[in-house]
């Protein structure tokens, strides 16, 4: 019943699009998953005749801010919630369950090629993203809830990260509901040792991940976006005896609406389509994002404007 906390690391489109430096934002993730799959684990390690059931939640803080000029962004993220599995092997059925707190992540992002960083309104109203390439780098610390006794748990026993190159491409004018771009996230995923894995070693080969979306305004507050990822990698190897590598993926679709000028939502699902075989990994998810902006300028003008 080993398993992928790639999926938890989704983050809807537009993600990565830039905003006044200086601002904070707490985003609010839930997610609903099922599959052969261990969504807690971004080793995406498959169980053949597996099906795991689990909700996540996820509470992060994002600030953004200027590094020599360039837009950067940090951000932490702690994932919560919990599993169900069940195995049939040889007409025998294990079941485990488990539930608790993840590995909190570390999150740095900083804007390599595009616009300078939005240090006043005025820039963030001239805003456009035309081509901007960012670099990122997380990293999770492995003090998630686990027990060296199941395979099944949402901790992972071993500290591992992402290196990965957000890109965006603004298609035609960046004007309020005609907006339309062309994102790319490709990324490695990579592991340290689990030194206890039910009594055994378990080393993970890297993980490559590749994102995409296509969006588009269809008013000033609502967007929406065809998405798709791709996995390879991730073979795991058990005291010398070496597994398959994932080679899978996904398509689906999200919906974007910015309620007010705080408080922006998204839905969407996701599905894997090249799943028929035993050992592809199968998988679809439902996330549904909430996002409290604020920044302390903008904030300190609209008290002056309503007389407070």
């Known amino acids: 019943m080993s398993s992928p906390w790639v999926q938890a690391q989704e983050v809807p489109a537009r993600f990565y699009l830039k905003s006044l430096s200086g601002a904070n934002a707490v985003p609010v993730i839930y997610k609903s998953m099922s599959g052969n799959t261990n969504p807690f684990d971004p080793a995406s390690f498959v169980t ?43 007409g025998i059925t294990a079941s485990q369950s488990t539930k608790g707190f993840g590995d909190p992540m570390a999150e740095f992002d900083i804007n390599l090629i595009g616009p300078p960083a939005q240090k ?24 998630g809830e686990y027990d060296n006794d199941k395979s099944l748990n949402i901790g992972q026993n071993r500290w591992y990260g992402r290196v990965g190159f957000p890109m965006t491409w603004q298609i035609d004018a960046w004007v309020p509901g005609q907006r339309t771009t062309f994102e790319l996230l490709p990324a490695a995923w990579i592991f340290g040792d ?10 993970t080969d890297p993980m490559y991940r590749l994102d995409a979306h296509l969006t588009r305004d269809f008013t000033e507050r609502l967007w929406g976006s065809l998405d798709a990822s791709w996995y390879n990698g991730g073979k795991a190897t058990i005291n010398g005896v070496a597994g398959d590598k994932i080679d899978s993926t996904q398509v689906g679709l999200t919906l974007g609406y910015a309620m007010d000028d705080n408080i922006n939502l998204t839905v969407g ?31 300190g003008s609209k008290r002056l404007k309503h007389g407070e």
């Not at 689990?194 to 080393?203: A, I, L, W």
């Open 120 to 143: 006043d309104i005025p820039a963030a109203m001239r805003y456009e993203p035309g081509f901007s390439l960012d670099v990122l780098a997380d990293l999770a610390v492995p003090i």
């Open 48 to 90: 053949p005749n597996a099906n795991f059931d689990a909700t996540m939640t996820m509470v992060g803080y994002a600030k953004s801010l200027p590094v020599m000029d360039r837009a950067a962004m940090v951000a932490f993220i702690l994932p919560m919630g919990r599993i169900s599995g069940e195995v049939n092997a040889g």
């Open 194 to 203: 689990n030194d206890d894995f039910m009594g055994q070693t378990m080393e």
């Open 269 to 299: 699902y996701m599905s894997t389509i090249n799943d028929d075989a035993p050992g592809d990994m199968s998988m679809d998810s439902f996330m549904l994002t909430f996002v409290y902006g604020w920044h302390p300028i903008i904030e």
